[in-house]
């Protein structure tokens, strides 16, 4: 199972909006709706942002969200703040109790 | 609150194994399963394998095959994950996660496994 592709670093100014890709195969992100994003903060355990491709646990910001479009996953987090400057990882289900994450990609507040 | 409490960091020499426990508190443990995820330094997160904190089923990563073993103990609440003939490639920080349906959370806090000789 190889790993899902992800743009190694991403950047924006306060106020303004990333979007991160994951990139998989009709055998993982294109095949269920079950994409999860996390967030991970140096030497910190990460931390579930988004499950099944759009949906937020309670207490995480209505400025994080997700969306899907065949084998490419996306979070976009809107109005930046420096608070989202952390590593984040997708994840996709990909069948027979077999999971795979993505490269990971960085964010940076300008 | 939902919580899992992991072992201590621990150093290996290549060739030895190594066991890291998970202890789960805050809810029903047969009614979840238990991911096992590493990290080795600067690097992604690599899913190894998930063990069913109902009847003990395992699914492990391919490549991990024949050297890992996941264990659970249902009177402690626990699970275990047994890595063997370490290599040094396999420094890096061990993460529990509950299986949460089909993502992950909460995780526990992580555990450094060093191989070095």
């Known amino acids: 199972q190889s790993a899902l592709t992800q743009p190694p670093s991403a950047s924006g100014s306060p106020g303004q909006s990333v979007t991160i890709s994951c990139t998989g195969t009709?055998?993982?992100?294109?095949?269920?709706?079950?994409v999860s994003w996390y967030q991970q903060y140096p030497g910190k355990a990460p931390k579930l942002i988004v499950y099944?491709?759009?949906r937020r646990p309670s207490g995480v910001p209505d400025r994080f969200s997700g969306s899907k479009s065949g084998n490419t996953a996306s979070l976009t987090v809107s109005g930046l703040q420096a608070e989202d400057e952390a590593d984040y990882y997708c994840?996709?289900?990909?069948?027979?109790?077999?999971?795979?994450f993505g490269t990971g990609t960085k964010v940076t507040v300008l | 609150q939902v919580q899992l409490v992991q072992s201590g960091a621990e150093v290996k020499k290549p060739g030895a194994s190594v066991k890291v426990s998970c202890e789960a508190s805050?809810?029903?443990?047969?009614?979840?399963?238990i991911n096992w995820v590493r990290q080795a330094p600067g690097q992604g997160l690599e899913w190894m394998g998930w063990?069913?904190?109902?009847?003990?089923?395992?699914n492990y990563a391919q490549k991990l095959q024949g050297r890992v073993t996941m264990t659970t103990d249902t009177s402690t609440s626990t699970a275990y994950m047994e890595l063997r003939s370490l290599r040094t490639d396999d420094t890096a920080v061990y993460y529990c996660?509950?299986?949460?349906?089909?993502?992950?959370?909460?995780w526990g806090q992580g555990t450094l496994v060093t191989v070095s000789s």
């Open positions: 996660t509950r299986g949460t349906r089909f993502w992950f959370d909460p």
């Open positions: 805050g809810y029903t443990f047969t009614n979840y399963g």
């Open positions: 063990i069913s904190g109902y009847n003990g089923n395992t």
């Open positions: 009709s055998s993982d992100v294109g095949g269920y709706n079950y």
């Open positions: 099944e491709v759009g």
């Open positions: 994840s996709s289900y990909a069948g027979s109790n077999n999971y795979v």
